[in-house]
């Protein structure tokens, strides 16, 4: 089966731009999930999705974090504006149902940098 | 609030011998248990999980609920085994089920 797609692999920008990150999940897939990953450190959950609803955003900053998955499809991740400590790699994740014991499947990640 | 700890950032074994990557949790509810691994160059991917009790590549982890502890194990390590692994816990009791991860351990398995 294809895996999860995510877009661009890599992005640098200046701090105070914005950017966008976009993920398409497994086919079928109702949970999707987007992750933070600092270097050194685990993913952190930003937020979950449950079809184009929100799950869970506790940790998301959301004065300058928004995330949509409007057909519950696809999602897209923006950032704006940019702080040096957004910098990381951002995973996006999907499964089938979002129940505790499922696998979550990953993308491949974005790497951002921010100057 | 979900926390797990991975006590060991680096972790070298020579190949042929046990391994055990440490994973300590702290969870006032009812904890599912899993570890994920990322190989060089690859995306991060389900190893195994505490429900399904079962050995996966070799490696097995047992749910200590007295030392909040799942330890992964590998009797005899091989050089493919080099990775960075993931403990990570979950509620399975109630609608919160988020992912939390720990820091992760970075095994290297020496020739």
């Known amino acids: 089966e294809a895996g999860v797609a995510q877009s661009p692999r890599y992005k640098i920008i200046e701090k105070r731009q914005s950017v966008a990150f976009w993920c398409n999940p497994i086919s079928g897939h109702a949970t999707l999930y987007w992750y933070q990953q600092i270097l050194g450190q685990g993913p952190k959950l930003l937020i979950q999705f449950q079809n184009n609803g929100v799950v869970d955003d506790s940790q998301l900053p959301k004065d300058r974090f928004s995330a949509e998955r409007l057909k519950g499809v696809d999602s897209t991740l923006k950032i704006q504006p940019a702080k040096l400590e957004d910098s990381a790699v951002y995973l996006c994740?999907?499964?089938?149902?979002?129940?505790?014991?499922?696998?979550?499947?990953f993308g491949s990640g974005t790497q951002l940098s921010v100057l | 609030a979900q926390r797990v700890t991975q006590p060991e950032k680096l972790l070298s074994v020579f190949k042929g011998a046990p391994v055990e990557l440490k994973c300590n949790y702290s969870?006032?509810?009812?904890?599912?248990l899993f570890w994920y691994v990322q190989y060089s160059r690859q995306r991060l991917q389900l190893l195994l999980r505490?429900?399904s009790r079962e050995s996966i590549k070799g490696f097995t982890a047992d749910l200590n609920k007295g030392e909040t502890s799942f330890h992964l194990k590998k009797p005899f390590a091989q050089e493919e085994d080099s990775a960075m692994y993931y403990c990570a816990l979950r509620d399975s009791g109630g609608s919160n089920y988020k992912l939390t991860f720990g820091k992760g351990t970075l095994l290297t398995v020496n020739p």
């Open positions: 994740a999907s499964s089938f149902r979002g129940t505790w014991d499922e696998k979550l499947f």
């Open positions: 969870y006032s509810g009812s904890p599912e």
């Open positions: 505490h429900i």
